[in-house]
């Protein structure tokens, strides 16, 4: 490892990446020992190691941490040595094969340890806007492009270089973002789809692969049920709604959580994260967690639900109990406290009502339903795939219904209103094309689409147009 500017900086963000479990952790490249000084003072029963090249760095750190090697990493550490994490903190970079060091960290983990790291993001707006402006690459003392770092990573190819050294990555987030200047400011106005852009940094998580996942919830007398939940941009709203499915009555969730970026997610151990290379919205996320769940769970049914879905305690159990009762219903919602989703109702039977189309905000399916009409379209990434998927559901001679007697409530989202309406107007046009619900003159409809998209098709009170519950 080069001998690069050291900084004394805790590095607190990179803690929720630590799993709460790990009790042995070694920071590699620990510099003055701040990272693994602030992680014994938030978990004080962990045992930290440090190992570093430096003597100077290294004798301030053997002050703070349990543990300090002197030398380089892994050369000069035990072989015996075991850890339940070990963490790369700015060093992955600044290494010439960092594959090689990833692939001789394996030996080095417990069963069940996890590798957490930060490496800084090559696609930032800054990098990008220079060398398409002025056509430089201009190394610093510091940043992005620190004249010390000798391999430059995007999101996606940091995935791969966990991928191609034997691991899973089981959550990656943004960590620091900036967005200075004009160009930076616009980058952040635009939103949801510059995540990358405007990050500076990423955290990740990962496991070796192959390596048993965090356990689930699987013991006990209750049903078991898979969760698939969907996370973009607000971990506080997931860590929320995810207490609010463990806390579920009579039913056991085995919880997975999609992370489309936007901050790192402190969840119970139990609760599985997978990690897509791209934001592919609501359809892409859920569609990753729902191919998951039909190849690794057993279950019969499955809850999509977004990361502001709080159901109460029973509504997971009465949806459960209508679909064992009602063996035509592909797919069920419980009935939003906060106001009433979802298209035109096309008829009743006790405790149930018949609609067009149901809300993804929650939303539970049936193994033998989604196994015949396939997942969400892709291509709609946010809005309205959740009424194609019932669409397609009533094509196939599915029934779709919403469970009165299970209830839930959403926070809203982070989307501005300009964006919802955005997504939601072209995606609403697509499904009418897809589905050719269309009549008259070309220009007559195309006029009126939009109108038609919300009203006509999807069956949406004007009141609804504000009413967004997932990205």
């Not at 700015?90 to 983990?109: G, I, K, N, Y």
């Not at 790291?117 to 090559?122: G, M, Q």
């Not at 990656?172 to 200075?180: F, G, L, Q, S, Y």
């Not at 559901?393 to 809203?412: M, P």
Request: glycine share 10%; charged share 25%; net charge negative.
């Amino acid at each position: 490892m080069p001998d690069y500017h050291y900084v004394d900086v805790d590095r607190s963000e990179m803690i929720p990446f630590v799993p709460v479990g790990a009790r042995r952790v070694l920071d590699v490249g620990c510099g003055y020992g701040a990272f693994g000084a602030a992680l014994k003072a938030a978990r004080p029963d962990i045992v930290v190691w440090g190992i570093e090249p430096a003597v100077e760095p290294a004798g301030h750190a053997a002050s703070r941490l349990d543990q300090v090697v002197v030398g380089s990493y892994p050369d000069d550490l035990s072989p015996e040595e075991r850890f339940d994490c070990i963490v790369f903190n700015d060093v992955l970079e600044h290494v010439v094969d960092p594959w090689a060091v990833l692939q001789r960290t394996l030996p080095h983990l417990r069963p069940g340890g996890r590798v957490v790291a930060s490496v800084p993001n090559v696609r930032h707006w800054s990098v990008i806007w220079s060398l398409a402006r002025a056509g430089r690459w201009t190394y610093r003392d510091a940043g992005i492009l620190d004249r010390t770092h000798l391999r430059f990573f995007t999101r996606s190819t940091m995935i791969e270089l966990f991928a191609d050294s034997g691991y899973h990555v089981e959550q990656v987030a943004p960590i620091h973002e900036a967005v200075r200047g004009h160009v930076g400011r616009l980058v952040a106005l635009l939103g949801a789809r510059t995540e990358e852009f405007r990050t500076v940094q990423y955290g990740l998580r990962a496991a070796p692969a192959g390596s048993p996942t965090l356990p689930r919830v699987r013991e006990g007398g209750d049903p078991a049920l898979g969760v698939v939940m969907i996370h973009w941009e607000a971990p506080d709203w997931c860590r929320d709604a995810v207490a609010a499915f463990l806390t579920s009555e009579g039913i056991r969730p085995a919880i997975t959580v999609v992370d489309n970026g936007g901050g790192p997610l402190e969840l119970p151990e139990a609760v599985r994260v997978l990690t897509p290379a791209a934001n592919t919205g609501f359809a892409g996320g859920g569609n990753l967690g729902l191919r998951d769940w039909l190849a690794h769970d057993d279950t019969e049914y499955c809850v999509v639900a977004s990361h502001d879905c709080h159901p109460e305690p029973d509504a997971l159990a009465h949806l459960v109990t209508a679909a064992d009762a009602h063996q035509d219903l592909g797919l069920l919602a419980p009935a939003f406290t906060d106001g009433e989703y979802g298209g035109k109702v096309r008829g009743r039977r006790p405790g149930i009502v018949e609609k067009e189309w149901l809300s993804g905000s929650c939303l539970l399916v049936r193994r033998r339903c989604v196994e015949e009409i396939g997942l969400f379209d892709e291509r709609m990434g946010s809005y309205s795939e959740d009424a194609d998927l019932s669409l397609r559901a009533w094509d196939a001679g599915w029934s779709v219904g919403v469970v009165e007697a299970a209830r839930a409530s959403t926070r809203g989202s982070r989307l501005s209103i300009v964006e919802r309406r955005r997504l939601g107007e072209t995606n609403a046009i697509y499904l009418l094309l897809k589905r050719r619900a269309w009549t008259g003159a070309v220009g007559k409809v195309a006029a009126q689409l939009p109108a038609a998209a919300r009203h006509a098709l999807l069956g949406a009170r004007p009141a609804e147009r504000g009413r967004v519950h997932r990205q």
